[in-house]
């Protein structure tokens, strides 16, 4: 969660669809969201992990507060910036997010899904979009789905159409099924 108004806002939503047992915590970056999630998780598998966050298309904002865009390079996931000059594709995730990331890998029941609960973060090009959902799902070794509709507000629970990603293909879902 980024922000203590994020928390008052979702935190009984989140308890209302958590399966398991619920543990939220807020974060100001993604190594801290690393760091606090394994540390709450105790060795235990994390069975899913919604990140609640604000988001726009083919990005997802971690640990930004109430600003709805950051310049912080640990607070964005998304892909590198394309250099259209030397036809130069992004492979990987800005900064050192994946290198900190990888550290939940294997941290996940085998059928968890992380779901990036930013607006619309799946509601831009299809291509940029499938390429940061299905390069989180490889980095982190599970199914990734953000919401696709860049005007609605994707609290827990919310009802709208969600593009899923496994590390090869992306599909759209009428709803999330992590809820």
Not at 2 to 13: A, E, I, K, N, Q
Not at 63 to 71: M, N, V
Request: hydrophobic share 35%.
């Amino acid at each position: 969660v980024d922000s203590t108004r994020d928390f008052t806002l979702y935190g009984d939503r989140l308890a209302l669809f958590a399966r398991k047992e619920l543990f939220v915590v807020s974060v100001d970056s993604i190594p801290d969201m690393v760091r606090k999630v394994l540390k709450q998780a105790n060795g235990q598998k994390i069975s899913n992990l919604i990140i609640v966050g604000h988001g726009k298309p083919g990005k997802q904002m971690v640990g930004s507060g109430e600003q709805y865009y950051t310049s912080r390079v640990d607070q964005i996931l998304r892909m590198e910036v394309p250099d259209f000059s030397n036809n130069w594709v992004p492979k990987k995730l800005i900064g050192q997010n994946e290198g900190v990331l990888v550290q939940l890998r294997g941290a996940f029941e085998k059928d968890a899904v992380v779901s990036l609960d930013g607006c619309g973060v799946a509601g831009g090009r299809p291509t940029q979009d499938d390429k940061l959902l299905r390069r989180l799902s490889h980095v982190l070794g599970v199914m990734v789905e953000a919401p696709i509709s860049p005007h609605q507000n994707p609290y827990p629970g919310y009802e709208g159409p969600v593009k899923r990603c496994n590390a090869t293909i992306c599909w759209t879902m009428p709803a999330s099924l992590f809820y």
